[in-house]
């Protein structure tokens, strides 16, 4: 199992932008698909975006889209979250999650996660 570290959260206003990081250990990085999921107080761990093991396809929930991108380095066995044009709504906790093989969309499917940072944009 991967082990995984968000770090980059924090208060923001609405409007601006954060990157969030996720520091990767103990496996290959590269073979691991990586998403992005978060949770708000009293809501469900949603899907955020995930990236194939090598970068080259992603996908994003509707509700970042445009917004929000996400980006790998597998030299330096990390995975970032470029947030942009945040909005109150967007306020949660984030947490970086791993699984072998391609990318997938639901949260059941990924076997490692971290431990979450908080992100909260106020308006």
């Known amino acids: 199992q991967v082990h995984l570290v968000e770090s980059g959260g924090g208060l923001v206003q609405a409007g601006d932008s954060l990157r969030l990081s996720c520091a990767a250990s103990?496996?290959?990085?590269?073979?691991?698909?990586m998403g992005w999921f978060r949770q708000a107080p009293g809501n469900e761990r949603e899907f955020v975006t995930v990236i194939s093991g090598r970068g080259g396809s992603t996908y994003y929930a509707d509700s970042v889209k445009g917004r929000f991108t996400i980006s790998r380095d597998n030299t330096k066995n990390t995975l970032y979250l470029q947030m942009n044009s945040l909005k109150p709504e967007d306020t949660a906790v984030y947490y970086c999650a791993a699984r072998r093989g391609i990318p997938k969309t639901v949260r059941a499917e990924f076997a490692s996660w971290g431990q979450g940072t908080q992100v909260t944009v106020s308006s």
């Open positions: 103990g496996g290959t990085f590269s073979s691991y698909a």
